[in-house]
Structures are given as C-alpha cells and as structure tokens.
C-alpha cells in the first residue's frame, strides 16, 4: 500500500540522489567552465568582458539599433563596460513579452580612494574605501590582487592588473599580532578593524641615493609609472579594486564544492550566460541581464535602476513597432541571485524549513527584504505557480530559500526594480556559504541547476 504521506507531503530531493551518470557528468562539465569564468571574471569589467569573448563565441553581436532584427539574432551590449545586455529574439513578438533572468556580476571588496598613496613610517600604502557589505576583519592578512582602469587625462585607458599572475606580487592588510591585540580583541568584530585601517601595503624599500621625503613612496610610483605611464594625480580618475587573490578551487574531499571569491552573484550570472548561449530562436524574447551596482543599491547608469534596460528594451521594441510598457507588462522575469545556505555550524540564524541547504537545487524565494519583507519584490501566488510549473515541465530541481530567520536580518536583490516596471518578477539562485566573504562556498549540483533553471526560463512559452 502507498504512503499518503508520499503524495500530500513536500518533500525537497537532493540533486544527488536524482542525477543520473550521464547528468552528474554534464553537471561537473558545466562546473568546469564556471570555475573558468569566475577565474577570470574578478570584477564587474572583467565579468562583462570575459562574457562578451564568450558571446561572441557562441554567434552573439553588439546590437545595432539601425539594422533590421529577426527570429534567432543573438545580440549584445555593454554599457560602459559594467552592465551587459544580451538577447536572442524570439519568434513571438516583443509584444507577447520577454523571459528575462537577471543577475549582477559586482562583488564586495575593497576600492581605491580617489587619493590612495602615502607613506608612512617607511612603508608605501594605498588607503582604500570598502565597496557592499564586507565583514571587515576578514579582509586583513590575506593575498589581494589589484584590478581595473585608470583614466588618463588624453582620454586614453590604462588597465591595471596586479596579482592575478602567480609570477606577481600579491598585495596585503596587516592585522594586530595576538601578543599586542588584547584591547582590539575585547571590540565587536565589527569594530575591530575600522574601515580606516584597511590600508594596503605596497612597499618598504626607498629610492637610493635620495635625501628627499616620502623615499618609499616615491619608488613604488616610480614602479608603477613604469609599468602604467601614470603619475600620482592619475588616481583621481582611477577605479582600481582589491581583491582576494585566492585561486577558485574544489573545495571538500568529495570535491563537491567550489571555493571562490564572488559567487555573489557571477554564479547566477554565468547560469544565465550559459543558458543564453545555448538558446537558439526561442519563442519569446530571451534577454539575460548582467548587472553592475546591486551591491550598493543598484544605482548608478550601470546599476540595475538604470535606464539603460529601459534603452536597450525599447531599441528591441522599436525594431518591431511594440511599445515597451506593452512589452514589460507580458515579461517575466527571474532575479538571479544567491541565498544563504543553511550553515549547520551556525543554526541558530536559519528557520530550516523555509532556508535552502546545499545540494537541494535552485533557491526559490518570494520574498527578501528585512523585517517585515521591507523593500522586497514579494512575488504573487500566481508568479511563484508559474516558476514552479516551468522548472517541474524541464526537471530543474529546486528548493524553497527564505534567507534567514524572521527579524534576523536580511538581504536584497534587483527583483523589485524590475518589479517597478510592472514585470512579473521572482527571485531564485544559488545557496552560498560564507557569503560576502573573502572566499565564498557553493554546491556544484546548485550551480547546474540553476544553469538547468534559467534554460528552462528562457524556453518557456
Ligand atoms: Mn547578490
Ligand atoms: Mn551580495
């Protein structure tokens, strides 16, 4: 006799279980060229320009808005080089709406000041100015890399990258020695290293043969003037990011995991890069979003606020004589982002029914916001009905995500600006552990589900 229990009770799976040889193997393949990409994809530039290499790779071209378009035309933009736009139209008008997945590709780190060098006491720093919400102490004592552009006043662009090459120096914050930090040990973590102290190391050797001030410093501007063509004042015009200089890595003896800096969020970003160049003239619109700035409030003209979308939409509308409120208001839209794993050493943050875990798929959330769903998209029955029903019909294994406790705390996400434009929005991604920090943890069988999850969202009818 069946169980009751088998067909009226929710039961979530672990991807495991229900994985095939074939797919555990397409499963590891698809790893392999996210772990490529999140090599390489250090920042929010990076992430855009390894995408477009990738795009074009796979039959993707800028957009055009003065030529034609049809069914099948794979197309892109980069706006500013921080926020990336990418379609394949549909066979289906841009008035039956678009299936959009949207996700960010800028991560918490540490930036620049605008004027970033000095000497003190002999060594050479650059101060900088944390970006998102890092939990400071964990950025002190490990390898950086310095990433990004310097503008020159001839209108020209230098590109910095240090570190990333292991033949290169890392760059590094010191922290107090146990011996001396027994009042900095009685703070609260976060106060124990102020955001003042985030100071980067760069040098200790002076200029020889010099009997001017500020030796030390002089000789790593001459370093850098060498290798960039850049003076001083050039940081003013400058956006250099440091970041972790750890390499992406298997983590776990089952190597079931990967350990990297900026899973948050360029894990659901290559999901959705993945799934679009794999998506051939599908019947709607498919547009994937990579977007700049959701870590500080998605402003900006790269954020997901921008108005950008609204161009990059409307030129795709235009092409067909739709209006884009015509078009928005048949859209659907996935907010690809990441949610907090259950984290069994720290249970007492996580309502376990509603957390996701790792391993149980694709995280499904209605909501996010902090205390009393505030400033959440809160997606309706019918768009959480509509997402179960697309990933059931292409076996996307998924879970359900509420990220944390009530009153705990909290997150955000881009679905409710794209809810503002009065498209149907809801948030689903990968379960992260140690989110925001330095090195961040997923699960490989969430990473390709989601990868399975946003397919199955741009195929949809
Ligand atoms: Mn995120
Ligand atoms: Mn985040």
């Given at each position: 006799m069946s169980d009751p229990r088998d067909e009226l009770f929710y039961k979530q799976k672990h991807v495991h279980d229900l994985l095939d040889d074939g797919e555990l193997k397409l499963s590891e393949d698809y790893c392999r060229k996210y772990m490529d990409y999140l090599q390489k994809a250090k920042t929010e530039r990076l992430a855009v320009s390894e995408a477009v290499e990738l795009a074009k790779k796979y039959g993707f071209h800028e957009f055009d808005r003065s030529a034609p378009i049809k069914a099948g035309d794979k197309l892109y933009r980069s706006v500013r080089g921080k926020l990336l736009l990418l379609a394949v139209v549909g066979r289906e008008s841009m008035a039956e709406g678009a299936n959009i997945c949207a996700a960010h590709i800028d991560s918490p780190r540490l930036?620049?000041?605008?004027?970033?060098?000095?000497?003190?006491?002999?060594?050479?720093?650059?101060?900088?100015?944390?970006?998102?919400?890092?939990?400071?102490?964990?950025?002190?004592?490990?390898?950086?890399?310095?990433?990004?552009?310097?503008?020159?006043?001839?209108?020209?662009?230098?590109?910095?990258?240090?570190?990333?090459?292991?033949?290169?120096?890392?760059?590094?914050?010191?922290?107090l020695l146990p011996h001396l930090a027994a009042k900095q040990s009685e703070q609260p973590l976060a106060k124990a290293i102020p955001g003042e102290k985030l100071n980067i190391i760069l040098g200790s050797l002076p200029v020889k043969d010099d009997k001017g001030a500020d030796r030390v410093k002089l000789n790593v501007m001459k370093i850098l003037n060498e290798k960039y063509g850049i003076t001083e004042e050039d940081f003013l015009s400058a956006e250099i990011e440091a970041v972790p200089a750890f390499p992406v890595r298997e983590a776990g003896l089952d190597r079931s995991l990967i350990a990297g800096y900026g899973h948050d969020d360029r894990v659901c970003a290559f999901a959705e890069l993945q799934a679009i160049y794999e998506t051939e003239a599908p019947e709607k619109t498919a547009v994937c979003i990579l977007a700049d700035k959701e870590e500080i409030g998605s402003v900006g003209v790269s954020g997901m606020i921008s108005e950008a979308f609204e161009c990059f939409m409307g030129d795709l509308c235009d092409k067909q004589s739709v209006k884009l409120e015509?078009?928005?208001?048949?859209?659907?839209?996935?907010?690809?982002?990441?949610?907090?794993?259950?984290?069994?050493?720290?249970?007492?943050?996580?309502?376990?029914?509603?957390?996701?875990?790792?391993?149980?798929?694709?995280?499904?959330?209605?909501?996010?916001?902090r205390g009393g769903k505030s400033g959440s998209n809160d997606a309706s029955a019918e768009v959480m009905g509509k997402i179960r029903r697309i990933f059931a019909q292409s076996d996307v294994v998924w879970q359900y995500a509420e990220l944390g406790r009530v009153d705990e705390g909290g997150g955000g996400t881009v679905a409710c600006y794209m809810g503002n434009r009065n498209i149907d929005t809801v948030d689903?991604?990968?379960?992260?552990?140690s989110m925001h920090s330095p090195y961040e943890i997923v699960a490989k069988h969430d990473c390709y589900m989601t990868y399975k999850a946003m397919k199955a969202v741009y195929a949809s009818k």
């Amino acid at each position: 006799m069946s169980d009751p229990r088998d067909e009226l009770f929710y039961k979530q799976k672990h991807v495991h279980d229900l994985l095939d040889d074939g797919e555990l193997k397409l499963s590891e393949d698809y790893c392999r060229k996210y772990m490529d990409y999140l090599q390489k994809a250090k920042t929010e530039r990076l992430a855009v320009s390894e995408a477009v290499e990738l795009a074009k790779k796979y039959g993707f071209h800028e957009f055009d808005r003065s030529a034609p378009i049809k069914a099948g035309d794979k197309l892109y933009r980069s706006v500013r080089g921080k926020l990336l736009l990418l379609a394949v139209v549909g066979r289906e008008s841009m008035a039956e709406g678009a299936n959009i997945c949207a996700a960010h590709i800028d991560s918490p780190r540490l930036d620049l000041k605008q004027i970033p060098l000095y000497e003190q006491n002999e060594l050479a720093y650059f101060k900088t100015h944390y970006y998102g919400g890092i939990r400071k102490y964990q950025w002190v004592t490990i390898p950086l890399e310095l990433h990004g552009v310097v503008a020159l006043k001839t209108g020209e662009n230098v590109t910095v990258n240090i570190g990333a090459d292991p033949a290169d120096p890392i760059l590094y914050i010191s922290d107090l020695l146990p011996h001396l930090a027994a009042k900095q040990s009685e703070q609260p973590l976060a106060k124990a290293i102020p955001g003042e102290k985030l100071n980067i190391i760069l040098g200790s050797l002076p200029v020889k043969d010099d009997k001017g001030a500020d030796r030390v410093k002089l000789n790593v501007m001459k370093i850098l003037n060498e290798k960039y063509g850049i003076t001083e004042e050039d940081f003013l015009s400058a956006e250099i990011e440091a970041v972790p200089a750890f390499p992406v890595r298997e983590a776990g003896l089952d190597r079931s995991l990967i350990a990297g800096y900026g899973h948050d969020d360029r894990v659901c970003a290559f999901a959705e890069l993945q799934a679009i160049y794999e998506t051939e003239a599908p019947e709607k619109t498919a547009v994937c979003i990579l977007a700049d700035k959701e870590e500080i409030g998605s402003v900006g003209v790269s954020g997901m606020i921008s108005e950008a979308f609204e161009c990059f939409m409307g030129d795709l509308c235009d092409k067909q004589s739709v209006k884009l409120e015509h078009c928005f208001e048949r859209s659907f839209c996935v907010s690809a982002d990441v949610t907090n794993a259950f984290d069994p050493t720290w249970p007492e943050v996580s309502e376990l029914r509603n957390n996701s875990k790792l391993n149980y798929g694709v995280g499904i959330a209605k909501f996010t916001g902090r205390g009393g769903k505030s400033g959440s998209n809160d997606a309706s029955a019918e768009v959480m009905g509509k997402i179960r029903r697309i990933f059931a019909q292409s076996d996307v294994v998924w879970q359900y995500a509420e990220l944390g406790r009530v009153d705990e705390g909290g997150g955000g996400t881009v679905a409710c600006y794209m809810g503002n434009r009065n498209i149907d929005t809801v948030d689903a991604g990968v379960p992260v552990l140690s989110m925001h920090s330095p090195y961040e943890i997923v699960a490989k069988h969430d990473c390709y589900m989601t990868y399975k999850a946003m397919k199955a969202v741009y195929a949809s009818k």
